[in-house]
């Protein structure tokens, strides 16, 4: 067996065949250069270690990287892949809720809408995550192919090499200040529930009774119509959060002027939510006399504890939302 047209055969065959020949007569020639004079198979076997694997020195022969994504340009790939993926998954879970309740006649149970949006909801978000993943490993497959530079070094996040000046512009952020994807993931989902759940009220919040058929909506609990008397503001709120979220997620860690941008938001939301709250028409008359027979109270009663319960609450949720911001800002 001869090794040596074996081994070129080997790495021949990995290359275009118009280049063949050349570089097999290249191959065989620097092969025998480095062979003594009366060589064994041995000496041989010695030489073709220090060549490496045919396929490690076909992909030097060749114009195009023989891996998909290459060292050079992974990280920005990564990146930009854990960046775009949970906004384009609260993107399309707020389109996919908007979608199926503009079309909602009101038949349906909550319980069952909310299985129904829950197993969409996951499908949809790993039918995006497929297609984002698919289409951003396109673009950058591309990029290593065009890329005619032989410099393997990896790019930074400004597609620009690497210098120790960079680090200068990467400041230590404490894990206790940082703001994890997790935490601006969490922070649009809940933007869209509860913005779902303020314009479509009259079908999700109420009354629910046991049927032969499970739950069923008995009487809705707030008047819808006065709802949406105040929808500018809640559109208004509803692009201040998802603001909001998306700079958390730009700036990666509490600052003090993000700390200040939430206790602005988290006061205009208690101001417009007390507002609402007292409205004396917000609460449905169906449910006013629905509860007061159930818990034998006045009308009175039941709006007072409902009013007044639901203002210390959200005061008191706002309020830690807003003394845990500067907590953060001010760890060093």
């Known amino acids: ?115 129904r949006l829950l197993g969409e909801g996951i499908w949809r978000i790993i039918e995006v995550g497929i297609q984002v993943f698919f289409w951003l490993t396109i673009v950058f497959a591309i990029l290593e192919r065009t890329d005619k530079g032989k410099d393997e070094q990896p790019l930074t996040a400004s597609l620009k090499k690497w210098t120790p000046d960079d680090l200068k512009n990467i400041p230590y952020i404490p894990k206790k200040k940082a703001i994890s994807k997790f935490e601006v993931f969490g922070g649009l989902m809940w933007t869209a529930i509860w913005a779902t759940l303020y314009f479509y009220a009259n079908h999700l919040l109420g009354v629910y009774e046991g049927g032969r058929d499970g739950l069923e909506f008995v009487t809705p609990s707030l008047n819808q119509e006065v709802l949406l008397r105040y929808w500018p503001i809640i559109v208004i709120m509803i692009g201040l959060e998802i603001a909001l979220s998306l700079y958390k997620l730009i700036k990666g860690k509490w600052t003090k002027k993000m700390a200040i941008c939430n206790s602005v938001l988290q006061l205009m939301a208690t101001i417009v939510f007390i507002v609402i709250l007292i409205n004396p028409n917000l609460l449905s008359k169906d449910f006013i006399m629905y509860m007061t027979d159930l818990f034998t109270i006045t009308a009175n009663q039941l709006t007072t504890w409902i009013v007044g319960g639901g203002i210390f609450i959200f005061i008191l949720s706002a309020a830690i939302s807003v003394f845990d911001g500067f907590r953060k800002a001010r760890i060093r």
């Open 1 to 115: 067996m001869n090794l040596i047209e074996v081994y070129i055969q080997e790495v021949t065959r990995r290359l275009p065949e118009k280049n063949r020949e050349d570089i097999a007569l290249e191959l065989r020639s620097s092969i025998e250069d480095m062979l003594p004079d009366d060589y064994r198979e041995k000496d041989v076997k010695e030489v073709l270690e220090k060549l490496g694997s045919p396929v490690t020195l076909a992909s030097g022969y060749r114009d195009r990287p023989m891996h998909l994504i290459g060292p050079r340009y992974f990280d920005v790939y990564v990146t930009l892949l854990k960046m775009i993926l949970p906004i384009t998954a609260v993107i399309s879970l707020i389109s996919m809720i908007a979608e199926y309740f503009i079309g909602y006649g009101g038949g349906e149970v909550v319980i069952n809408v909310v299985m």
